[in-house]
């Protein structure tokens, strides 16, 4: 119990410097409360995975000191009038996260599979400093999960779970609290319509045993959703408002850790990379955070792997090169001031794109392109032990985007969703065997990752219907 407090702790105290430092605190005071652990999660994962590119020994000291460095750094950019409020605010995140940490310690029984197991030794390795790049394991199991087991050893623990899974619930909540907040500044929701949605999605997220494995199963499933979440709150919310300049170096972070963590990251981030690159309202001068924040570790990352020959059954030097032009090309349209008219032509573009790898697919690996897609579809309603969400959302997705109010970014609500679903698809259509029924199939176990951003559509969705308005937001 001890070491998992102790990680959200550090966590917490670096994430609130870091949303400190962009100045999402003074908008949104709560929210950073929230997002604070997973931030501090995302920096310790990038500079993990960076010492370790660029072959510095000493992974927890180097990770230390960037934690110490980071807070030093916000508390001297404070305002002396601002400091007890900045105290306030990362002691309440400390004491949120540690709250829910405990509860999730003990309510939730631990469950170990066999890539639990590969976590936990590799964790050891990386903490040892026996773990080199050229690894064919950091081409197969995301870098997140060995970094939060290499700090758990080095605090004395067998293995950790609660601490990750309380910081991606609360980037959870945090990223839906944010966008929901933006709704209601431009349709002034009513309290008792918020408060009836958000209890009916609770209540049925808990109903789902794949929802409720993932507080006591050891793996990056809740992280990786959490890292989407906050990653895509810049670009689902409205770009012409202060509070969400200063939410878009946030989600950089985020996605920077994300295209890091799982092996499709990269294309994950790339489809959210493009809904905020097309946004016009978003400052040109923002691609410097895109890129030095939500690009540029991802990219030297991946240079290191594919220079170092890692190569295992998902990533081999010739895709970790192919990664690094995804995550890249979008910042490049944000960046060429020439490419500026691309911009509002994105998004029907990456569906285009994304409609011909799948139709391609389909013709030329008719067999495993169709067992995998049936397979996915069977998981989600009977196999995959979802219970009844898929059957409920995908109706109330489909009833969303066929009825009104139209919301002002949903062609960016659209890429994200049904674009992962679009990857989720093209992934089961190039592996050598087709996903397997059951719950602890690969892509069923994707499908964590995009859960909370559906939730939330339809709840948007549902919020602003109550309004009675047929109005954009």
Same mark, same amino acid.
């Given at each position: 119990?001890?070491?998992?407090?102790?990680?959200?702790?550090?966590?917490?105290?670096?994430?609130?410097?870091?949303?400190?430092?962009?100045?999402?605190?003074?908008?949104?005071?709560?929210?950073?409360?929230?997002?604070?652990?997973?931030?501090?999660?995302?920096?310790?994962?990038?500079?993990?995975?960076?010492?370790?590119?660029?072959?510095?020994?000493?992974?927890?000291?180097?990770?230390?000191?960037?934690?110490?460095?980071?807070?030093?750094?916000?508390?001297?950019?404070?305002?002396?009038?601002?400091?007890?409020?900045?105290?306030?605010?990362?002691?309440?995140?400390?004491?949120?996260?540690?709250?829910?940490?405990?509860?999730?310690?003990?309510?939730?029984?631990?469950?170990?599979?066999?890539?639990?197991?590969?976590?936990?030794?590799?964790?050891?390795?990386?903490?040892?400093?026996?773990?080199?790049?050229?690894?064919?394991?950091?081409?197969?199991?995301?870098?997140?999960?060995?970094?939060?087991?290499?700090?758990? =050893?080095? !605090? +004395?623990?067998?293995? @950790?779970?609660? *601490?990750?899974?309380?910081?991606?619930? #609360?980037?959870?909540? /945090? &990223?839906?609290?944010?966008?929901?907040?933006?709704?209601?500044?431009?349709?002034?929701?009513?309290?008792?319509?918020?408060?009836?949605?958000?209890?009916?999605?609770?209540?049925?997220?808990?109903?789902?045993?794949?929802?409720?494995?993932?507080?006591?199963?050891?793996?990056?499933?809740?992280?990786?959703?959490?890292?989407?979440?906050?990653?895509?709150?810049?670009?689902?919310?409205?770009?012409?408002?202060?509070?969400?300049?200063?939410?878009?170096?946030?989600?950089?972070?985020?996605?920077?850790?994300?295209?890091?963590?799982?092996?499709?990251?990269?294309?994950?981030?790339?489809?959210?990379?493009?809904?905020?690159?097309?946004?016009?309202?978003?400052?040109?001068?923002?691609? =410097?955070? !895109? +890129?030095?924040?939500? @690009?540029?570790? *991802?990219?030297?990352?991946?240079?290191? #792997?594919?220079?170092? /020959? &890692?190569?295992?059954?998902?990533?081999?030097?010739?895709?970790?090169?192919?990664?690094?032009?995804?995550?890249?090309?979008?910042?490049?349209?944000?960046?060429?001031?020439?490419?500026?008219?691309?911009?509002?032509?994105?998004?029907?573009?990456?569906?285009?794109?994304?409609?011909?790898?799948?139709?391609?697919?389909?013709?030329?690996?008719?067999?495993?392109?169709?067992?995998?897609?049936?397979?996915?579809?069977?998981?989600?309603?009977?196999?995959?032990?979802?219970?009844?969400?898929?059957?409920?959302?995908?109706?109330?997705?489909?009833?969303?985007?066929?009825?009104?109010?139209?919301?002002?970014?949903?062609?960016?609500?659209?890429?994200?969703?049904?674009?992962?679903?679009?990857?989720?698809?093209?992934?089961?259509?190039?592996?050598?065997?087709?996903?397997?029924?059951?719950?602890?199939?690969?892509?069923?176990?994707?499908?964590?990752?995009?859960?909370?951003?559906?939730?939330?559509?339809?709840?948007?969705?549902?919020?602003?219907?109550?309004?009675?308005?047929?109005?954009?937001?």
């Amino acid at each position: 119990m001890i070491p998992e407090l102790v990680l959200v702790t550090a966590w917490s105290v670096t994430g609130w410097s870091a949303v400190s430092l962009a100045g999402l605190n003074r908008d949104h005071r709560v929210i950073a409360i929230l997002i604070a652990p997973l931030i501090g999660l995302a920096i310790t994962t990038v500079t993990g995975g960076l010492t370790l590119a660029i072959g510095v020994d000493g992974q927890v000291e180097v990770i230390a000191a960037v934690v110490i460095a980071v807070s030093v750094a916000a508390a001297f950019r404070t305002p002396p009038g601002r400091r007890i409020d900045c105290t306030l605010g990362v002691a309440a995140s400390m004491g949120i996260a540690g709250t829910v940490a405990a509860a999730v310690r003990l309510i939730a029984s631990p469950i170990l599979t066999f890539d639990s197991y590969k976590f936990i030794k590799l964790g050891r390795t990386l903490e040892s400093n026996d773990l080199p790049i050229s690894s064919a394991s950091l081409a197969d199991y995301p870098i997140v999960g060995l970094e939060i087991q290499a700090f758990g =050893r080095a !605090l +004395g623990a067998e293995f @950790v779970i609660a *601490a990750p899974a309380t910081a991606g619930l #609360l980037g959870i909540v /945090g &990223a839906g609290s944010f966008i929901v907040q933006a709704v209601n500044g431009r349709v002034q929701l009513s309290a008792t319509s918020i408060a009836a949605t958000l209890v009916s999605g609770t209540v049925l997220a808990l109903s789902s045993y794949m929802l409720r494995l993932q507080f006591s199963l050891l793996n990056s499933h809740l992280v990786v959703a959490g890292l989407l979440s906050v990653g895509a709150a810049a670009a689902l919310a409205t770009a012409n408002t202060e509070s969400h300049r200063h939410m878009v170096p946030v989600s950089a972070m985020a996605l920077s850790a994300l295209a890091m963590t799982r092996a499709e990251g990269p294309l994950v981030v790339a489809l959210v990379m493009i809904a905020l690159v097309a946004d016009q309202e978003l400052p040109r001068r923002t691609w =410097r955070q !895109l +890129g030095t924040m939500g @690009v540029l570790p *991802a990219a030297v990352w991946y240079w290191r #792997l594919a220079t170092a /020959g &890692a190569s295992g059954d998902i990533l081999s030097p010739t895709r970790s090169a192919f990664m690094i032009g995804v995550l890249a090309a979008p910042v490049a349209v944000l960046a060429i001031p020439q490419l500026d008219f691309i911009r509002r032509w994105l998004v029907p573009i990456a569906f285009g794109a994304l409609t011909c790898a799948i139709s391609g697919l389909a013709v030329a690996e008719p067999e495993g392109f169709g067992t995998s897609a049936a397979t996915t579809a069977g998981n989600l309603l009977t196999t995959g032990s979802w219970g009844a969400v898929w059957w409920l959302l995908v109706p109330a997705i489909a009833m969303g985007i066929m009825t009104g109010p139209t919301l002002e970014r949903e062609d960016s609500w659209l890429l994200i969703l049904l674009g992962f679903g679009g990857l989720v698809m093209i992934l089961g259509g190039i592996r050598d065997f087709p996903f397997r029924a059951g719950f602890g199939d690969s892509g069923n176990r994707m499908m964590i990752h995009i859960v909370p951003l559906a939730f939330l559509f339809v709840i948007v969705k549902t919020l602003v219907a109550s309004r009675r308005r047929s109005i954009p937001i």
